[in-house]
């Protein structure tokens, strides 16, 4: 099995540029996650998804959409990038037992400039 | 709200010392929390619960609810502990909803 599976792994980005960062899981987790990694300030929830067709926000949305496509894909999209979302991203996937362990993608590193 | 502070950002001991990552959370109900380690080139994944009671690795922790506190022992340091550590916090809002602190990375020096 894959796992979690993110695209892209690398991206570089002019201020004021749009993406989207795709994730996948094949495990038919209800819940996935985003979050972003920054040094010093640890992983921090942008947003996350109970289940198809619900998201709810994190701890940081602002500046951020997502898109819980089916139960397999939750996409991250960066409208208007700013140097400040500079960061790696990873999106997660729960395992539905309840016991909270959380499957992580390999991260996207994205480069605003 | 949930918050979850470790007040090491990084932590360097000798191998076969004593391990302590520290961690404290803030939450207004029953707390579940965890431990997740990042080790290089590898994903972030699951080290322990507090539910589960276990030891892993060699590691434990124990909640301490008095002190708001999970820290992360082990007796004797292993290089291969050398890794980034998280604690986490899950709450329930509609899903389980896992905040995150802010990682302490242990370096283990032969």
């Known amino acids: 099995n894959a796992g979690v599976t993110q695209t892209p792994k690398f991206q570089v980005l002019k201020t004021g540029q749009s993406m989207t960062l795709q994730c996948a899981q094949d495990m038919n987790h209800n819940s996935m996650y985003w979050y972003r990694q920054d040094p010093g300030m640890g992983l921090r929830l942008i947003y996350y998804s109970a289940s198809e067709g619900t998201t709810d926000k994190g701890e940081v949305p602002n500046g951020y959409n997502v898109s819980r496509l089916n139960k397999r894909e939750f996409s991250l999209r960066l409208e208007s990038a700013a140097p400040s979302q500079t960061s790696v991203y990873f999106c997660?996937?729960?395992?539905?037992?309840?016991?909270?362990?959380?499957?992580f993608g390999e991260g996207s590193r994205l480069t605003v400039l | 709200a949930q918050r979850v502070t470790q007040p090491e950002k990084l932590l360097s001991v000798f191998k076969g010392a004593p391990v302590e990552l520290k961690c404290n959370y803030s939450y207004s109900g029953s707390p579940e929390l965890f431990w997740y380690v990042q080790y290089s080139r590898q994903r972030l994944q699951l080290l322990l619960r507090?539910?589960s009671r276990e030891s892993i690795k060699g590691f434990t922790a124990d909640l301490n609810k008095g002190e708001t506190s999970f820290h992360l022992k082990k007796p004797f340091a292993q290089e291969e502990d050398s890794a980034m550590y998280y604690c986490?916090?899950?709450?329930?809002?509609?899903?389980?909803?896992?905040?995150f602190g802010q990682g302490t990375r242990l370096t283990i020096n032969p």
């Open positions: 507090h539910i």
């Open positions: 997660a996937s729960l395992r539905d037992n309840g016991a909270g362990e959380l499957f």
């Open positions: 986490a916090l899950s709450g329930f809002q509609g899903a389980q909803k896992l905040v």
